[in-house]
């Protein structure tokens, strides 16, 4: 196919990333691209089940065409058409996340012709990505404020190894996306949390796990408040434990972590896990955590107008986002180092 802009799949972070957010682009711009290297840096290359239901969501949800989509595929030629709008379904046959399917295809429903409804299968509560607690809790808030959100309704929770997850998201298209000034992290004010458990593991682990959270958390924070309870076995019928953790700042900052139980550990040490990862990033003096981090960048390349924020240590799919997004636009960003743990991302914005 002519006029494509080729990425090779195996520079930096060299994994699934700079699928997402090639493909999220390429919809939004209409750019044709030939995605080469797929994954190479991963011990199983190419494509998997959840990477080929990403191009796939983005090809129905652009009326696109796609070749060289297929399982272990290192190679794609990906050209889209026009978002219009409408119901889609992704399924994933594992337990890959549900999260993952929704970055790249919320980017490109925020701008369809009209109303998008996104009916995802997969995994909600996984390793190796954000839980979907984690989007709705705290990335959610971030987004609007670029000015867009979205509706979502959990359907039933979906765990490794199983998956069967199911999620509906709802999401109004905008007319623009704003830049946003974060620089200014505050004190934190409140923690809130969310410590559960599910199918046949007793709801007191629940309590112990939000407990060895507590633990840590109340050393900088007077305001900490964990909810403890067990899933419904309707929305949640197989075993798993876990936290979501949010920290709000007096400068309407909000940042997160979280963890999910193992039967390797204590679930007292599965709370402290997440705390100790939210104390982390707290330490760093940041306005988002490292997970918002590089998921925002792609609304701070669409927005128009300059965006800058404060982020702690910049990540590998950080770095690798930025030159996706580069290559594929106009768009450039800058990062000014504050420190050994400090930095603001700095971007032109569309416009």
């Known amino acids: 196919m002519e006029n494509m802009v080729s990425l090779d799949g195996s520079v930096l972070e060299g994994g699934g990333q700079i699928l997402r957010v090639a493909l999220a682009i390429s919809c939004l711009k209409k750019l044709s691209v030939h995605i080469f290297n797929i994954r190479q840096k991963r011990s199983n290359p190419g494509l998997r089940d959840q990477h080929l239901r990403c191009i796939e969501l983005v090809r129905d949800l652009s009326n696109g065409t796609v070749v060289g989509a297929f399982i272990g595929s290192t190679e794609i030629f990906f050209r889209p058409g026009d978002i219009v709008g409408g119901s889609f379904q992704a ?103 969310w410590s559960f458990v ?95 981090q590089n998921q925002m960048l792609i609304f701070m390349a669409l927005a128009s107008g300059p965006s800058r924020v404060r982020v702690g240590k910049t990540t590998l799919h950080t770095t690798t986002a930025i030159h996706v997004i580069e290559t594929l636009t106009a768009v450039k960003f800058s990062i000014e180092n504050l420190s050994d743990t400090a930095n603001i991302i700095h971007c032109t914005g569309s416009k």
């Not at 919320?106 to 607690?133: R, S, Y």
């Not at 705290?138 to 199911?166: C, N, Q, S, V």
């Not at 419904?232 to 400068?251: E, K, Q």
């Not at 979280?258 to 007292?268: H, P």
């Open 91 to 193: 399924v994933i046959k594992t337990a890959g996340s549900i999260g993952l399917l929704l970055q790249v295809a919320l980017p490109c429903a925020l701008f369809a012709e009209t109303d998008v409804t996104l009916h995802l299968f997969g995994g909600t509560n996984t390793k190796m990505a954000p839980q979907v607690d984690y989007l709705t809790e705290i990335f959610r808030p971030i987004m609007e404020k670029f000015g867009a959100t979205y509706d979502f309704e959990l359907i039933r929770r979906g765990y490794f190894p199983k998956g069967g997850g199911a999620v509906v998201v709802h999401v109004k298209p905008i007319k623009q996306l704003n830049g946003v000034q974060l620089i200014n992290p505050g004190k934190v004010t409140s923690i809130t949390g």
């Open 198 to 292: 599910s199918g046949t593991l007793p709801a007191f682990l629940a309590n112990k796990i939000a407990d060895g959270a507590e633990k840590y958390l109340s050393r900088i924070c007077s305001n900490v408040n964990i909810e403890r309870y067990k899933e419904d076995r309707n929305v949640a019928p197989d075993n798993s434990s876990g936290i979501i953790l949010a920290a709000y700042t007096d400068t309407d900052c909000i940042l997160g972590s979280d963890a999910l139980g193992s039967r390797k550990e204590d679930a007292e040490q599965t709370g402290q896990r997440a705390a100790e990862a939210l104390l982390e990033t707290l330490d760093q003096e940041c306005c988002v955590d490292e997970h918002s």
